[in-house]
């Protein structure tokens, strides 16, 4: 009878640890969910930005070593991120192939200039950024004319803060939710084994022996919670890059490896201090109160 009440009590305590550890799994995968998406939506605005393009117009003059010259010096700047040199035959295809006839023919000769498609990093892609880097442009005479669409420019960086803000604030919030479930959740856990605690403590058992192992299984659940948490995301990742490809454009493993870690911390870190928290003050409880 004895051993059946204490295998009966083993497989309670088994079912308990593994809902709590699969009730931290589910909110640390909202938590990495959401991470993932801050990182594409970052990655997305850096995409956008840095495809905002600038046509740097040379003069007729000029010859072809001295704007590839130029084209260097561009490619050393620190604000850009590439270049690309089209030349007055260049242009006149791409020309021809958006109008659907020769207009070369017709005319007799190519109007079009030689010119310089300067995509600039994301971090410079204002107006105020473009601006400046125009007004260095302008100062080299061969330089004649640096075109780029301000219009889109500001409703872009408008649009993306916009959107940015709202992203933050919903993070800011899912986190604070998910906080609290972790800790509601352990404290259910280790409410059930509140008996034993007292136990231990009337038995003479100190704060800190009897308060260790049950940290060492909080943080061993939180631990065991991020893993499952990853392995789904990493299944999520591999199901969306297959139902859309263009995804691979906005995706860094890099980025992806600290969100893992982000999430396995935090599962750790929430799990280790509310088991702690939740053990103090069934230790500090009279005998009586552990029945209301």
């Known amino acids: 009878m004895e051993e059946f009440e204490v295998s009966t009590a083993a497989k309670k305590t088994k079912s308990i640890y593994i809902s709590t550890v699969f009730g931290l799994a589910m909110v640390l995968l909202m938590i990495g969910l959401l991470g993932l998406i801050l990182v594409h939506a970052n990655n997305l605005s850096r995409y956008v930005k840095e495809n905002i393009v600038l046509n740097i117009f040379v003069d ?42 020769d207009f070369v023919k017709f005319l007799g000769y190519n109007p079009l200039s030689q010119s310089l498609d300067v995509y600039l990093k994301a971090d410079y892609t204002t107006n105020a950024g473009i601006e400046k880097f125009k007004a260095q442009l302008l100062k080299n005479p061969m330089v004649k004319e640096v075109k780029y669409q301000q219009s889109l420019v500001d409703q872009m960086n408008q649009n993306l803060a916009s959107i940015s803000l709202v992203i933050l604030a919903f993070a800011g919030i899912f986190v604070v939710v998910s906080v609290a479930l972790i800790n509601n959740t352990i404290r259910l856990a280790i409410y059930s084994q509140r008996f034993l605690i007292k136990s231990m403590q009337l038995v003479g058992a100190t704060k800190s022996f009897i308060r260790g192992p049950f940290i060492a299984y909080g943080i061993w659940h939180g631990l065991l919670g991020g893993l499952i948490a990853i392995i789904i995301l990493m299944g999520t990742l591999y199901f969306a890059q297959t139902q859309i490809p263009d995804l691979v454009v906005l995706q860094s493993y890099t980025e992806f490896g600290l969100v893992f870690l982000i999430v396995i911390g935090i599962g750790v870190l929430i799990s280790g201090i509310s088991t702690s928290l939740a053990v103090n003050k069934f230790l500090k409880l009279k005998i009586y109160d552990l029945y209301r």
Request: proline residues 2%; hydrophobic residues 40%.
């Open 60 to 101: 007729d003059a000029a010859h072809e070593p001295d704007v590839l010259e130029l084209q260097k010096q561009l490619d050393a700047n620190v604000m850009v991120k590439q270049t690309q040199y089209v030349s007055k035959e260049l242009a006149a295809r791409n020309l021809q192939k958006d109008l659907g006839e």
